[in-house]
């Protein structure tokens, strides 16, 4: 697929209008039928929402291809999450997890086993999985807040711990659990990535409840019993693989951002030619007009940092300081355009009924979750300040 500045290939284009009109005529009629206070789709409903996509040719787009993926690269993964996020339900994941669900990236660099076991099947029968990284002691800094640890005994590991924010660990058929398998003076090196099973005994997962419809999760480890070929990579390799997921994680989240405004633009777009006020088209008026010309500003800006860095991710380039600028600036602009459109509104853009406020709620999450915007910022200033931004001479 070649890529000719931002004129998307004709194929890619054709894929994105397709899903486009995927959501818009399949789930969001879905959606029109469940209660505004409800908090996800109806597993049957979401179920036989899994079958069409799969029958289209949506499911696992952005998985190797070599086990039963889509593999499409992250250029074309953050298009089509554009599109795949306009509908209620869009976060934490687009599409509400009808396009399939992927295993965490780290398996990727999994043993053959380990591939085998949960890669192919996660894929083919769209299993989900968690990803527990954040602890109490702080997320943003897993290097020195990780304080679970997980020490080998023989052909096992016992890992004890405790892990906040961790997403889906109360559905999930497994997930990867970050422990320390060194003394935490050995830094980032001392972080290794295992995989825990639901319902091993010694873990126990409690929901906490945010603001978002998608609730997180604690998960304790109390002496909990993994076999030591659950550990992906080799011993200390764990922050390294994390590293690699965390840029197209964060793309997406921002992609995501960049969908959901852009629909919230065009309900306020279609109820501003329609509404009257005093006498007059709501459309008429100077506040409206500049509201939706600068939220059509921030949402063309978003689209182009973050394709700029998917491109850049696909091509082999550190993408991680043009990640966190998109991430930085989509997920801060998104909220602040569906606030914006929600004003527009009044008083109907406050009811559950529509999916504004849902993203407005998801969206005010996501200037958090893969990072908060603070962290983002000091990346990249320490990217162009070099070490004078930690304190050193340059």
């Given amino acids: 697929m070649s890529f000719q500045g931002f004129d998307l290939p004709d194929d890619l284009r054709l894929l994105a209008g ?3 009109e995927f959501v818009r005529e399949e789930i969001v009629p879905v959606e029109a039928t469940v209660p505004g206070e409800a908090r996800d789709l109806p597993a049957e409903a979401r179920e036989k929402l899994r079958a069409k996509a799969r029958a289209a040719g949506f499911w ?39 396009f399939g669900s992927e295993p965490p990236v780290v398996l990727y660099r999994g043993s053959p086993a380990q591939i085998e076991r949960y890669v192919r099947p996660t894929i083919e029968h769209g299993w989900s999985a968690f990803s527990a990284i954040s602890e109490p002691t ?15 005994d023989g052909d096992v590991y016992r890992i004890n711990g405790h892990k906040m924010w961790t997403t889906g660990a109360d559905k999930a058929r497994y997930g990867i659990v970050y422990a320390r398998t060194a003394e ?42 993994v076999p030591a070929e659950n550990l992906v990579g080799a011993e200390g ?79 082999g380039v550190d993408a991680r300081t043009k990640a966190s600028i998109a991430k930085l600036y ?47 910022r000091f990346l990249i200033a320490r990217d162009m300040l070099g070490g004078a931004a930690l304190g050193r001479a340059s």
Avoid at 138 to 152: E, F, V
């Fill in 138 to 152: 702080g997320g943003s800094d897993p290097a020195r807040a990780i304080r679970t640890t997980a020490t080998r």
């Fill in 184 to 225: 935490r003076s050995a830094g980032r090196g001392g972080i290794s990535a295992l995989i825990v099973d639901g319902g091993t005994p010694g873990m126990s997962v409690t929901s906490v409840p945010v603001l978002r419809d998608h609730w997180t999760t604690e998960v304790t480890f109390d002496d909990c019993v």
């Fill in 60 to 98: 696992c787009l952005e998985a190797p291809e070599e086990y039963g993926g889509g593999g499409l690269g992250v250029f074309a993964g953050v298009v089509l999450a554009e599109q795949m996020a306009k509908h209620r339900y869009s976060f934490p994941r687009p599409g509400a997890g009808v």
């Fill in 237 to 315: 390799q764990g922050f390294g693989l994390a590293q690699e997921w965390l840029v197209r994680g964060r793309l997406r989240y921002a992609a995501q951002a960049v969908g959901v405004a852009e629909e919230a633009v065009r309900i306020a777009t279609e109820w501003a030619r329609s509404r009257e006020t005093f006498g007059a088209l709501l459309a008429t008026r100077q506040a409206v007009q500049f509201a939706i010309a600068d939220a059509h500003v921030k949402i063309t800006a978003a689209r182009h940092l973050t394709w700029d860095a998917a491109w850049d991710a696909d091509r």
């Fill in 18 to 20: 397709t899903i486009a």
């Fill in 330 to 376: 989509a997920t801060e602009a998104g909220f602040e355009v569906v606030d914006a459109m929600m004003q527009i509104l009044g008083g109907m853009g406050m009811t559950m009924d529509l999916p504004l406020e849902h993203w407005f709620r998801g969206l005010r999450v996501a200037r958090v979750v893969e990072g908060p915007s603070e962290i983002h």
